[in-house]
């Protein structure tokens, strides 16, 4: 089978339509083959490949250029301490919602509580950062003074929310259980389901090892004893009979 020449002389054919007038007007790709004609190499060309480059045998550390700079504060440190020290402090609901985004610039350190803050750990680091600022005090002292002052304030929260309680109790308040109690119920709960669940899997494999070997096992009544046991319910009516007449 021969190669097709045909698409190769299209701008030479519409050159000659055109010479005698057969075609009023050059078609619209008429120019742009006459400027960029196809290519005459029927086979294709192999494409350059690249070569990789050998790398060097000393092991060279990729530039930090376009890494991101790893940003520190002073008060992370202290954050971190004051957190591994009470991990439960992270427990407990706080919120980050600002009303204009310059809260952090009303703050007044001097003291550990705020008129617009709750207290919580960052309480402490602020005022442990406030305290080796303003005051010149060491990082570990500043950091025992501000934790004495958490701790006053978290035992005084302690003695209110208790009073609170006993008042309302004594108003005739109810709270229902506490948490711990709810939790030793399930779990409660969940001990007698598995206990009655072991005691019928341990009858269960007494009787099919005592079925094994023939006999009834220690413990389980026969099957022909309780059936004597129980009343038929022939019996129940003449009793009840009798007890009428």
């Not at 030479?12 to 004609?37: D, K, M």
């Not at 092991?59 to 440190?77: G, I, N, R």
């Not at 109690?181 to 090892?209: F, P, V």
């Amino acid at each position: 089978m021969g190669y097709d020449f045909r698409p190769l002389r299209v701008h030479q054919n519409a050159t000659r339509l055109l010479a005698v007038q057969r075609n009023a007007h050059p078609p619209p790709w008429f120019e742009v083959i006459g400027t960029s004609p196809p290519s005459e190499m029927l086979v294709r060309t192999q494409p350059l490949q690249h070569q990789r480059r050998q790398r060097r045998s000393k092991t060279k550390k990729p530039s930090k250029m376009f890494q991101p700079t790893k940003l520190a504060y002073k008060d992370d440190e202290l954050r971190k301490t004051f957190f591994t020290d009470h991990p439960w402090e992270l427990a407990r609901t706080r919120i980050v919602l600002e009303n204009d985004g310059k809260d952090a610039e009303k703050d007044n350190w001097h003291q550990i509580t705020q008129p617009h803050r709750k207290l919580s750990g960052e309480s402490v680091v602020q005022r442990q950062l406030w305290l080796m600022k303003k005051a010149r005090l060491p990082s570990q002292e500043a950091y025992d003074q501000a934790r004495k002052e958490f701790y006053a304030l978290r035992l005084q929260e302690d003695v209110e929310r208790r009073v609170a309680k006993e008042e309302a109790l004594a108003t005739g308040a109810y709270f229902g259980k506490s948490a711990l109690e709810i939790g030793m119920g399930l779990e409660d709960r969940q001990y007698e389901k598995w206990r009655s669940w072991a005691s019928q899997r341990i009858t269960e494999d007494k009787q099919k090892q005592f079925a094994m070997y023939g006999g009834t096992p220690e413990g389980l009544p026969e099957e022909n004893d309780a059936m004597t046991e129980e009343p038929l319910v022939d019996d129940i009516d003449s009793v009840e009979e009798d007890g009428a007449v």
